[in-house]
């Protein structure tokens, strides 16, 4: 079944402790993006990926890193998260900017930082 | 820089009624339009896109470039219709992924 997969789907933190969410596509998909979801804001885009080791800022990339070392992966990392952070995670692929290109979406990773 | 604007963050309407969805936006060159739902405990997945003037679920919208909207239209709500509406927008050939609207919750009453 062709989806994007995201690991953990729930996940509690305090402040300042390192954590990766995972994001994996079995699509061989060339771009992924993640994205957070807060209230009244809609998703916004954190960075995206346009292929392996080729990575960009979204709108809001502070307080995160993210790598592409697989074309399949594309982990998003937290090193000092701050409360702030707290959201809904949702990390996307899709085929290129082609005209109509659709983007698939992973279930979302709920974070919250105390 | 883009931006989309969604101006109801709450809709309800009574099933059988029509229902619109605004979306306005800002882009100087020439967009790619998008709308997005989100069922309750659903992953976001792709509704419609302009650019295949397609009408999914009953749903259809027009890009109005004089007017810069991409109104979301269904002339007969059902209750299943229940979700969260985003719009989205993408420069045309652009690498960058997409940017998104406020959302609205729509709510068809039976």
């Known amino acids: 079944e062709a989806q994007v997969t995201q690991n953990p789907r729930y996940l509690i933190t305090v402040t300042g402790k390192k954590l990766t969410v995972t994001c994996s596509q079995n699509m061989n998909h060339e771009y992924m993006s993640w994205y957070r979801q807060d209230p009244g804001l809609g998703l916004r885009q954190i960075y995206y990926s346009m292929n392996v080791e080729v990575t960009d800022k979204g709108d809001v990339p502070e307080g995160y890193k993210v790598s592409r070392k697989e074309k399949r992966n594309f982990p998003l990392i937290l090193e000092s998260p701050s409360p702030n952070q707290t959201s809904l995670y949702f990390c996307?692929?899709?085929?290129?900017?082609?005209?109509?290109?659709?983007?698939?979406f992973g279930p979302g990773t709920r974070l919250t930082v105390t | 820089a883009q931006r989309v604007t969604q101006p109801e963050k709450l809709l309800s309407v009574f099933k059988g009624a029509p229902v619109e969805l605004k979306c306005n936006y800002s882009?100087?060159?020439?967009?790619?339009l998008f709308w997005y739902v989100q069922y309750s405990r659903q992953r976001l997945q792709l509704l419609l896109r302009h650019i295949s003037r397609e009408s999914i679920k009953g749903f259809t919208a027009d890009l109005n470039k004089g007017e810069t909207s991409f109104h979301l239209k269904k002339p007969f709500a059902q209750e299943e219709d229940s979700a969260m509406y985003y719009c989205a927008l993408r420069p045309r050939g652009s690498a960058r992924q997409l940017t998104f609207g406020s959302g609205t919750q729509l709510t068809v009453l039976p």
């Open positions: 996307a692929s899709s085929l290129g900017p082609g005209e109509g290109d659709e983007q698939y």
């Open positions: 882009y100087s060159g020439s967009p790619e």
